[in-house]
């Protein structure tokens, strides 16, 4: 079906059933000049957009326009993992060209609503328009956090532990295939797919830092762990020294780089849209709140290095010797991606 | 200068000066990853975003850089003023082409923060990508209101005033300026093209109507007026019959019309992006809320019609013959414009 067959107002009418999915405190969600609705006292409001451009972040004939909406969804979560808060309202505009049919933007605003839902988050508003090319698609997400929890980039001081949240680099790897036009690889290979295409936003690993009372500062891994460890040693005016045996990799990924004769360190460090967490503890608080997070998540929180006094982020390899490591992930402008 | 030169992060730094211009209750910026600010208790945090497309919203070759950043925050603003809120804080997602000169992102960039900063808004984060082919803009304010003030569509009643709090049509006629490559018009002329170029979002209005306890519904005029006040039938549940002798109307834009031989009620009604504001108030206070409107800001608040137990909207012909209207506004999708 056409856009234009049901005109602007139809397909905000078609959209917004399950768009409102927590309705306390909601005085006026899609309809009205401006989204209204309450903030509990006490609370910080955290706020963070991203923005996804048809030909520059996916294509659109390659992309299920359902992995598309959660994608775009997952990416802003994260941010508010990161800062250690709870998302609740979500913000989409979409520029959409007249070439794109109303079924592929059911499937994208599915995919928004099912992940949205998941994690409490209603759809409160928007803007749809037009486009003459590209689709572009806008979210911006709301969330609150106790000023006393909030998670910085920069409150890490040296000695601190440096730790991820998860495994790092499938989603690179996924990218591979999808950059390759697989769709079904290996089924033992079919998690590192599933990584890039379907991105879980570690908001619960998020609170469970921020509450611990341990965690210092905390971002997440979006453009990959050297860019981001990075923005850390930048923000908090420390160094970083990771040890590249202790950066934890994922068992398809082994198997993968592997078959591929490449280094999954490599994978690791460079590869960027992980959406772990990458956070630093107190040094006398590191060693409990590593233990209540494998006993809450029954998987461990991952020591992969320490703040150190010097600035600079270095890599020490399995034989001891340390290496000074330029950030080497994503630039939008400069499309570099590796030193 | 292109913009690979200076790289995403030192396009950040160099749009971030003048930014944050009301820092009490901010307390992360540009640079983390969401901005984090205090909401103060008992208000309603309000949520508008805007999504303005190169080729479908201006173009970039005749537009100056400085008035399309004026338009993307004022457009943004506006629906803050249509609740009767308070901006505060926006956020600004840009998608660059290649061939975009940095320059003309600072030219945006001032005109979003000379606005913003008249109206004591920061800019307090966003996202900057790439493109493909267009300049692609999407700014999200938030704001705030007290309960017990806001103004929703939704408030009308019947036997309601309906007014306006500036002359309507001057837009529309600018923008013909603006197709025909006109840019110094006979200087009796140039309110229109300024009209359309750098229009004014009416946040003190907004914030007096509010204030006022004589207000039931408003909205902001920016598809064109008979196309707004359809939402606020819909929304209100009630009907509208405006006076087309009382809709009000510029000297330039008579004089324009005039020369023309066009009907300037046409433009008026038919025309958007005039960005007053229309509300209802109640008849008992309509009065004197007119003469404080008039005292305050030294313009009348122009009575056009009022709210009809009927559905629907009318138009009184100077006649005295009425007829139904249709909305006559903008489908972004469609197109049409006119009925």
Known sequence: MRLEEIGEFGFIRRVSGGCLIRPE???????????????????????????????VHFLREATSPFN?????????????AAMGGTPLEAFVSLAIPGNCPVEFLDGLYDGMKSLAARHGVNILGGDTTGSRVDLVLNVTIIGQVRKEEVLYRSGASPGDVICVTGTLGDSRAG????????????????????????????????RFLAESGGATAALDVSDGLSSD???LVEESGVGIRVYADRIPVSAPLRA??????????RFALAGGEDYVLAVALRPDRARAVGA??????????????EA??????ELVLPDGVAEAIRPSGWDHFGGREAP
């Open 25 to 55: 405190g909601v005085e006026r969600a899609i309809g009205d000049d401006a989204a209204a609705f309450a903030v509990p006292p006490g609370q910080l409001s955290l706020v963070t957009t991203d923005l996804l451009v048809e030909r």
């Open 68 to 80: 598309l909406g959660h994608k775009a969804m997952a990416v802003n979560l994260s941010d508010i």
């Open 175 to 206: 990218l591979q295939f999808v950059l390759a036009g697989e769709t079904s690889p290996d089924p033992a290979l079919r998690p590192l797919l599933e990584a890039h295409l379907l991105p879980r936003p570690h908001l619960e690993e998020g």
């Open 229 to 231: 460890l990075t923005h």
């Open 256 to 265: 993968y780089c592997a078959a591929q004769r490449q280094d999954p360190v």
């Open 292 to 305: 209540a997070f494998l006993e809450r998540f029954g998987r461990p929180l991952y020591r992969i290095g």
């Open 308 to 313: 150190t006094a010097a600035g600079g982020l």
